[in-house]
Antibody, heavy 123, light 106 residues
Framework: EVQLVESGGGLVQPGRSLRLSCAASGFTLDDYAMHWVRQAPGRGLEWVSTISWRSDTIAYADSVKGRFTISRDNAKNSLYLQMNSLRPEDTALYYC????????????????WGQGTTVTVSS | DIQMTQSPSSVSASVGDTVTITCRAS??????LAWYQQKPGKAPKLLIY???SLQTGVPSRFSGSRSGTDFTLTISSLQPEDFATYYCQQTHSGPTFGGGTKVEIK
């Protein structure tokens, strides 16, 4: 079964850091671009970041650029999101997602999603 | 950045109705558009990709179309399990989402 499981969320003070992880199983992570998408409480979906299957192309939403870093370790079947200088507006449920197309780059959307991990930024 | 304007923000409908949801892109995105369904407390689910291609396992009552920079998701013969929130996402560049449309029971 293709599955993604996020972890690493929690309550953190403004200005601090947090690292999210996403463990993949049931497919070859190497072949797919991966994404982070977040959803603030009661709000819509917001794309956060994407990393290509070879890690040679990375993109960030303007709202997190310069503060968040996406990375992957294909040998560990894992995706990461390092979040620095966190702000209250970063409070959200963070989903990792698998790109639909092998060796693509978000062309056809996200076809597998994790259950999400909650990040709360508050003093 | 490409903006996606989704309408309506909510719609009330009955089982058996046809529901139409629209997304307008702020610039040309070709056919690079996907639609998702999200139910409360659940992760989104991919319904349609590349404007009109149905994701595996999605019922054929869901369909997508395009006219220029306007994209439409049509749900024919609405079923009880279709009451949810729907999002479009442009996958052309810096993949932005529309604001969502909540389909509610009339």
């Amino acid at each position: 079964e293709v599955q993604l499981v996020e972890s690493g969320g929690g309550l953190v003070q403004p200005g601090r850091s947090l690292r999210l992880s996403c463990a993949a199983s049931g497919f070859t992570l190497d072949d797919y671009a991966m994404h982070w998408v977040r959803q603030a409480p009661g709000r819509g979906l917001e794309w956060v970041s994407t990393i290509s299957w070879r890690s040679d192309t990375i993109a960030y939403a303007d709202s997190v650029k310069g503060r968040f870093t996406i990375s992957r370790d294909n040998a560990k079947n894992s995706l990461y999101l390092q979040m620095n200088s966190l702000r209250p507006e970063d409070t959200a449920l963070y989903y990792c997602g698998k790109d639909k197309s092998p060796k693509g780059y978000f062309d056809y959307g996200v076809d597998v999603w994790g259950q999400g991990t909650t990040v709360t930024v508050s003093s | 950045d490409i903006q996606m304007t989704q309408s309506p923000s909510s719609v009330s409908a009955s089982v058996g109705d046809t529901v139409t949801i629209t997304c307008r892109a702020s610039q040309g995105i070709g056919t690079w558009l996907a639609w998702y369904q999200q139910k409360p407390g659940k992760a989104p689910k991919l319904l349609i990709y590349a404007t009109s291609s149905l994701q595996t396992g999605v019922p054929s009552r869901f369909s997508g179309s395009r006219s220029g920079t306007d994209f439409t998701l049509t749900i024919s013969s609405l079923q009880p399990e279709d009451f949810a929130t729907y999002y479009c996402q442009q996958t052309h560049s810096g993949p932005t989402f529309g604001g969502g449309t909540k389909v509610e029971i009339k």
